[in-house]
């Protein structure tokens, strides 16, 4: 096939005005005959055309299918704007993310922890299968809705414990599951006044004592020690005393209540907070490299820092005032890092209650599986089961993580001593501990 008839069309149309002024009626009627007879090559040459796009498609279905199968698993058509009847309330799902088109989002994440504790009290050696209290098993949902430079939040996070590892005992090696409503609340954020949360959630002196930038941190080797033993009763080798690992030992940390909170913005890397909730209770505090919560902590060279100190009272008429801090700081290169927390109550009257943690922690990765983090630390707490009591732990502890799978396999070694000026002399408790945190 050729476009030259095509071309002389155009060149005798382009012609026609002139050679309408000379030529007679008979010349022009020979030359519209042209015009005519190239038309239909033309239209001849556009449905040949359209034939072998015909061929071209057909040809490009799967042979071996049958022409019903081929229709039934042909793809509709996408549906134009006015066919897409879908509302802005109606979210559409991005993993554990679901937005719409106003730009509202909800996203679900949560954990799961149990561990398998092998126990030995001075009496007999126990196993328990349990919830790490560590990082105990809960789920959460966060809704976001951007309003300008603001941004207004919701969080529901509920913990669902069974057999919680603060709450078995020898006495009670099965217990009920604890659910607990951890936060309920409502957010507002602007980055450049702050932000202010109404509800159920942290105090501005939660997390203040556990500041921690090592890997072991996360699912088992923070600064509350007691929380994967909690409720194990120590002994006098033939009797259990009314004295559990969960009375002697404690960091002293805020906690979750009914409160308002407000943040101040990032001051470079300070940033301080207040609250005030139930019961008149109210906290002050100020965090370094914390950024609203973020444990990603402040880099200053090759190092990261990441520290906390808070000032609150209790619903304890006994007590005046606590106090918590802790700092942690990494050796970005090598993974070495040294954290410290200490806390304690200002009593009224009496011997005050007070604990020191020290730990060092190495992260480091060995296979592409994800890092591997070690820890070990010494605690010591003073008058806290009881004036003159001296509680002293210290323990080794071993994390894998596998990032693909938000999963940290771990394992630990503890021992908790209690020295009290009552008799009776009460043995030595150990604890071993493996466990997963599946995190999603």
Request: charged letters at 20%; one cysteine or more.
């Given at each position: 096939?050729?476009?030259?008839?095509?071309?002389a069309?155009?060149?005798?149309?382009?012609?026609?005005?002139?050679l309408?002024?000379?030529?007679?009626?008979?010349?022009?009627?020979?030359?519209?005959?042209?015009?005519?007879?190239?038309?239909?090559?033309?239209?001849?040459?556009?449905?040949?055309?359209?034939?072998?796009k015909?061929?071209?498609?057909?040809?490009?279905?799967?042979?071996?299918?049958?022409?019903?199968a081929v229709?039934?698993?042909?793809a509709?058509?996408a549906p134009?704007v006015d066919?897409?009847?879908?509302?802005?309330?109606q979210?559409?799902?991005?993993?554990?993310?679901?937005?719409?088109?106003?730009?509202r989002?909800l996203?679900?994440?949560?954990?799961?922890?149990?561990?398998?504790?092998?126990?030995?009290?001075?009496?007999?050696?126990?196993?328990?299968?349990?919830d790490?209290?560590?990082?105990g098993t809960?789920?959460?949902?966060?809704?976001d809705?951007?309003?300008g430079?603001?941004?207004?939040?919701a969080?529901?996070?509920?913990g669902?414990?069974?057999n919680?590892?603060?709450?078995?005992?020898q006495?009670?090696?099965?217990t009920?599951?604890?659910?607990?409503?951890?936060?309920?609340?409502?957010?507002?954020?602007?980055?450049r006044?702050g932000?202010?949360?109404?509800?159920?959630?942290?105090?501005a002196?939660?997390?203040?004592?556990e500041y921690?930038l090592?890997?072991v941190?996360?699912?088992?080797?923070?600064?509350?020690?007691?929380d994967?033993a909690?409720g194990?009763?120590?002994?006098?080798?033939t009797?259990?005393?009314?004295?559990t690992?969960?009375?002697?030992?404690?960091?002293?940390?805020?906690?979750?209540?009914a409160?308002?909170?407000?943040?101040?913005?990032?001051?470079?890397?300070?940033?301080?907070?207040?609250?005030?909730?139930?019961?008149?209770?109210?906290?002050?505090a100020?965090?370094?490299?914390?950024?609203?919560?973020?444990?990603?902590?402040?880099?200053?060279?090759?190092?990261?820092?990441?520290?906390?100190?808070?000032?609150?009272?209790?619903?304890d008429?006994?007590?005046?005032?606590?106090?918590?801090?802790?700092g942690?700081?990494l050796h970005?290169?090598t993974?070495?890092?040294?954290?410290?927390?200490t806390?304690?109550?200002h009593?009224a009257?009496?011997?005050?209650?007070?604990?020191?943690y020290?730990?060092?922690?190495w992260?480091?990765?060995?296979?592409p599986?994800?890092?591997?983090?070690?820890?070990?630390?010494?605690?010591?707490?003073?008058?806290?089961?009881?004036?003159?009591?001296?509680?002293?732990?210290?323990?080794?502890a071993a994390?894998?993580?596998?990032?693909?799978?938000g999963?940290?396999?771990?394992?630990?070694?503890?021992?908790y001593?209690?020295d009290?000026?009552?008799?009776?002399?009460?043995?030595?408790v150990?604890?071993?501990t493996?466990?997963?945190?599946?995190?999603?």
């Open positions: 096939m050729t476009l030259r008839p095509a071309v069309a155009c060149a005798l149309l382009a012609a026609a005005p002139a309408a002024q000379q030529a007679s009626t008979a010349d022009i009627d020979g030359m519209m005959a042209v015009i005519e007879a190239q038309q239909k090559q033309i239209d001849a040459m556009r449905a040949e055309l359209n034939t072998l015909s061929q071209r498609t057909a040809s490009a279905a799967p042979t071996h299918a049958a022409p019903v229709a039934a698993t042909t509709p058509a134009s066919e897409d009847d879908r509302t802005g309330a979210m559409v799902a991005e993993g554990f993310t679901w937005k719409d088109t106003s730009g989002s996203t679900l994440s949560g954990q799961i922890n149990p561990a398998f504790n092998v126990v030995d009290d001075g009496i007999s050696t126990d196993v328990f299968i349990v790490n209290d560590t990082s809960r789920f959460r949902l966060d809704a809705a951007p309003l430079q603001t941004t207004l939040g969080t529901l996070e509920i669902a414990s069974p919680n590892s603060y709450d078995v005992s006495l009670a090696p099965q009920d599951a604890d659910f607990n409503v951890r936060r309920a609340e409502v957010t507002f954020r602007d980055d006044y932000r202010l949360q109404l509800g159920k959630g942290s105090s002196a939660d997390d203040t004592a921690d090592s890997l941190a996360g699912p088992i080797m923070y600064a509350g020690v007691a994967i909690g194990i009763l120590f002994t006098d080798g009797d259990y005393s009314g004295t690992v969960g009375d002697a030992f404690f960091d002293f940390d805020g906690d979750r209540l409160r308002i909170r407000y943040d101040t913005p990032m001051f470079g890397p300070l940033q301080g907070s207040a609250s005030y909730g139930q019961d008149d209770q109210w906290a002050a100020v965090t370094l490299g914390g950024d609203y919560g973020d444990w990603s902590g402040w880099t200053v060279g090759d190092f990261t820092l990441l520290a906390a100190a808070s000032v609150y009272n209790t619903t008429d006994t007590v005046d005032y606590a106090y918590a801090a802790s942690s700081v970005d290169p993974g070495l890092s040294l954290t410290l927390s806390g304690g109550y009593l009257e009496g011997d005050d209650p007070s604990n020191v020290a730990k060092l922690g992260d480091t990765e060995f296979w599986l994800g890092p591997t983090g070690f820890g070990v630390d010494y605690t010591q707490g003073d008058n806290i089961s009881s004036e003159g009591a001296d509680g002293t732990s210290y323990g080794l994390v894998q993580r596998i990032d693909r799978y999963i940290d396999l771990y394992a630990q070694i503890r021992r001593e209690l009290q000026t009552s008799d009776p002399e009460l043995n030595n150990t604890v071993g493996f466990g997963t945190k599946f995190t999603f």
